[in-house]
């Protein structure tokens, strides 16, 4: 049982600043990589950051520069600081596991991921 909980979503104005966060529990592969994807109404999956064991990390061209993603392995905790937000960065915001034995659903970079939570709404106003 794989157990993905994202929070700390909402409503802002551009160039706010939001924090999300995500509880990992159960069978989840923890010396993988994990990752946020996004996806908003009418468009494509777009994986947005990932970060490996070892700290390195990844992010897509669109958030370079204004978000952060990192993890807290004492809390089994994965965040996303998103900064300078852009009306184009709505979406529902997705943190996304690896399970053993499981094949990749999505990827994040060159993160193969296949478990996600119920997604947390971000909303940027103009």
């Known amino acids: 049982q794989v157990r993905l909980v994202e929070s700390g979503g909402g409503s802002v104005q551009a160039g706010g600043a939001l924090r999300l966060s995500c509880v990992a ?43 952060t993603i990192s993890q807290d392995k004492t809390k089994n905790t994965l965040y996303l600081q998103m900064n300078s937000l852009k009306p184009e960065d709505s979406a529902i915001y997705y943190c996304a596991a690896h399970r053993q034995g499981y094949s990749a659903r ?16 971000v909303t940027v106003s103009s």
Do not use: H
């Not at 592969?29 to 390195?56: D, L, T």
């Not at 478990?115 to 709404?121: E, F, K, L, R, S």
């Open 106 to 121: 999505v990827w994040i970079g060159s993160c193969p991921l296949d478990a996600w939570g119920q997604g947390t709404p």
């Open 25 to 67: 529990s159960g069978y989840i592969n923890r010396s993988y990589c994990m990752g946020w994807f996004r996806q908003a109404p009418g468009k494509e999956r777009e994986g947005v950051a990932n970060i490996y064991p070892s700290g390195s990390t990844y992010y897509a061209d669109s958030v370079k520069g204004r978000f």
